[in-house]
Nanobody, 121 residues
Framework: QVQLVESGGGLVQAGGSLRLSCAASGSIFSINAMGWYRQAPGKQRELVAAITSGGSTNYADSVKGRFTISRDNAKNTVYLQMNSLKPEDTAVYYC???????????????WGQGTQVTVSS
């Protein structure tokens, strides 16, 4: 089993910044992609940003230029630096990691419990 523990959410005014962290632990041999998703009330969960083990990144158009995803492979941790926050960024943010429990085992998707980000206008 893999546990993903998120931290760093909270309430911030529009234009402000927050940094989310997500640490993975448990039965981990390797982690491929890690990412952040978000879900606003009444909306579907959407990809915010993702990063491969090699450092290649992908962002939703709505956050390009404002958010930066990074990871520390030695710590099995992924970060999301969020700048110039807007009220429409308000959502529950979920960490995701694709990991394998041992060599040559199939990978599985793992999710954190979510952390609330609220941006006031």
């Amino acid at each position: 089993q893999v546990q993903l523990v998120e931290s760093g959410g909270g309430l911030v005014q529009a234009g402000g910044s927050l940094r989310l962290s997500c640490a993975a632990s448990g039965s981990i041999f390797s982690i491929n992609a890690m990412g952040w998703y978000r879900q606003a009330p009444g909306k579907q969960r959407e990809l915010v940003a993702a990063i491969t083990s090699g450092g290649s990144t992908n962002y939703a158009d709505s956050v390009k230029g404002r958010f930066t995803i990074s990871r520390d492979n030695a710590k099995n941790t992924v970060y999301l630096q969020m700048n110039s926050l807007k009220p429409e960024d308000t959502a529950v943010y979920y960490c995701n990691a694709e990991s394998a429990p041992r060599l040559r085992a199939p990978t599985g998707q793992n999710w954190g419990q979510g952390t609330q980000v609220t941006v006031s206008s």
